[in-house]
């Protein structure tokens, strides 16, 4: 804030004589130099508590209301509640005199010498302010929270030198404190009923996002990871939602477990780190990563369109928001009593400079943008609904009830809020050993060890994922022993860590098969192809010296037959030279 003698300066000459007015100084025959000092004494003695008390009421909450938020507050923030301050230069001000009759509460306080407007520079540019100067504040001022208790990321992230697949490329700055929120109220009451007419109505908070991320990092060190592959790893993820796998790649380089290479991102040291945790470990990295992650949930908030690039906003704000307003407890509670808490107590968290009307999002369903404060809902509203339903969802912190709009936190997300150890959690799962098939088939259930998998992905192709109670599935050929002996991985290391890994000897044809390949590299090739067989051998003569036909006739099987490169092609020219084929493919 600033001093009475500053926040004066910046007031007309005739505002100043009309303040003086007020306090029964007569200041019509000073000039402004004078007129300075002599109100800042005079409005520096008063008693504020009693002069706030003799205010009429609209006038006195709209004093103690800005008092209460550290005398200072957006202009477009106080003046959704208190009214403008009309702006007018000296000959208008003569004209109307509007002191007489203010337009609002704010107005009136402008007059009387107790709101002032200014500049002041955020990181959010500059943003214009009303506030009460210090020697008016200060008997308002309110006592020092105590200091939140600090949370730091599970691993360092690495400098951003490059845009990460998937990623925002935002710049969060420091979340900012939100004033405390009332408490919730634990919708117990009419939960059991809802719960009961509603079949599946609850949707447990998945513990699969480690999977899923041990599955990414598995597959980096094969799959080239770009923007442009990404859903090739759709087959192994067992959920493959397009916005959950963004903020997993996300949390994954801001975590320091992605590297950028010439070739994609490949995984990182940090990320084998990662993976030799326990679960609740992991989850709880993932958790921290998250608070602090750039991936941007308002640009991925169904239903909403963020266009232009003349604005920005930081997703931090946002999670710190939600996260001061929920409850620290495991009890069922309507998401919509959250979002309108913080609705009517911290209602800008995201645009601190109060303004409504830069932003350019659409909505995807009427497509009209959401301009002003009454878009709250469609916006904010929809955002914080997203940060439950999805990202605190997908990372196993909160279970929720869509079709009642109720949620609880799980204990992981309780112990999270509070600062908890890990120990106050339920006991760590126990890891089983993977299962080798005799035909080369590796089955990893979803509970082993998954440094393991990770280790089993560098030796064996993965197979797409049967469901979220199925094991992994994996399997050796040729292609991937080759694979990992470029990796320096030998087939006898490969043997060994089998062996190891599934507390049991190798099948024995399956360690010949292994051992054969060492020796003689790969010895055959089953291939899927598409074959053309003929009646007769001049048939496959004719099409062979027909330059419209031969570029689709591959590799001969004989006298009668041949491998087709593009049997749809080949079709069309055939039925162009007057010969029809039967086809079964």
Not at 15 to 41: F, H, M, N, Y
Request: hydrophobic share 40%.
């Amino acid at each position: 804030m600033r001093p009475l003698s500053q926040a004066l300066a910046d007031h007309e000459l005739i505002v100043l004589r009309v303040i003086g007015e007020w306090w029964e100084l007569d200041l019509s025959g000073e000039d402004k130099a004078a007129c300075i000092p002599a109100l800042t004494q005079a409005l520096a003695q008063l008693d504020m508590t009693e002069e706030v008390s003799y205010l009429p009421p609209e006038e006195a909450e709209a004093f103690l209301s800005l008092a209460q938020q550290g005398g200072r507050l957006p202009v477009a923030v106080f003046s959704r509640k208190f009214g403008e301050v009309r702006q007018m230069g000296p000959g208008r001000l003569e004209q109307e005199e509007p002191w007489f009759d203010p337009a609002s509460p704010a107005e009136a306080l402008w007059y009387r010498g107790f709101l002032y407007r200014g500049f002041d520079k955020t990181p959010e540019g500059m943003v214009e302010y009303y506030y009460i100067p210090d020697e008016l504040a200060r008997p308002f001022a309110p006592a020092p929270p105590p200091a939140p208790p600090k949370r730091t990321t599970a691993a360092p992230a690495p400098p951003k030198t490059a845009k990460a697949v998937e990623l925002s490329t935002g710049s969060p700055a420091p979340a900012v404190p939100t004033s405390s929120l009332p408490a919730p109220t634990p919708s117990t009451a009419p939960l059991p009923a809802l719960l009961r007419d509603a079949a599946m109505a609850v949707k447990a908070a998945p513990l699969h996002a480690v999977d899923d991320l041990t599955t990414i990092l598995a597959a980096a060190q094969t799959i080239p990871l770009h923007e442009d592959n990404l859903d090739r790893l759709n087959a192994f993820l067992l959920d493959p939602d397009p916005e959950r796998r963004s903020l997993l790649l996300t949390l994954a380089w801001d975590m320091g477990m992605l590297r950028q290479t010439d070739n994609g991102f490949k995984p990182a040291r940090a990320g084998v780190a990662w993976l030799q945790k326990e679960r609740e470990g992991q989850l709880r990295d993932l958790a921290e990563a998250w608070s602090s992650s750039s991936w941007n949930e308002l640009r991925h908030t169904p239903g909403l369109a963020c266009e232009g690039s003349g604005w920005e906003n930081d997703p931090i704000l946002a999670r710190t928001a939600l996260l001061d307003g929920l409850p620290h407890s495991s009890d069922w509670f309507s998401l919509a009593d959250v979002v309108g808490a913080i609705k009517a107590h911290t209602p800008d968290f995201q645009r601190l400079d109060g303004n409504y009307d830069t932003w350019y999002i659409r909505d995807l369903s009427t497509n009209e943008y959401l301009t002003g404060f009454d878009s709250w809902d469609q916006v904010e509203g929809r955002l914080l609904a997203f940060l439950l339903n999805g990202p605190l969802h997908w990372l196993g912190l909160c279970d929720i009830a869509p079709e009642t709009g109720l949620f609880r936190l799980t204990e992981r997300m309780v112990a999270w809020l509070k600062q908890l150890p890990l120990t106050q959690l339920p006991a760590a799962e126990r890891p089983v050993p993977l299962l080798v098939m005799p035909e080369g088939t590796l089955l990893v259930p979803q509970m082993a060890n998954r440094y393991e998998r990770f280790q089993v992905a560098r030796v064996a192709e993965a197979q797409p994922v049967s469901g979220p109670d199925q094991p992994y599935m994996y399997r050796l050929t040729p292609a991937s022993l080759q694979e990992a002996q470029n990796q320096g991985i030998a087939p006898a290391r490969v043997i060994e860590f089998l062996v190891k890994a599934s507390g049991r000897d190798l099948p024995p044809g399956l360690k010949r098969a292994v051992e054969r390949w060492r020796d003689n590299g790969t010895e055959a090739r089953l291939e899927q192809v598409v074959v053309l067989r003929a009646s007769q051998p001049d048939i496959l003569d004719k099409l062979r010296a027909n330059p419209k036909t031969q570029p689709y006739l591959g590799e001969s099987l004989g006298d009668l037959a041949v491998v087709v490169t593009d049997w749809q092609k080949l079709l069309q020219m055939t039925t162009q030279l007057g010969l029809l084929l039967d086809q079964t493919v």
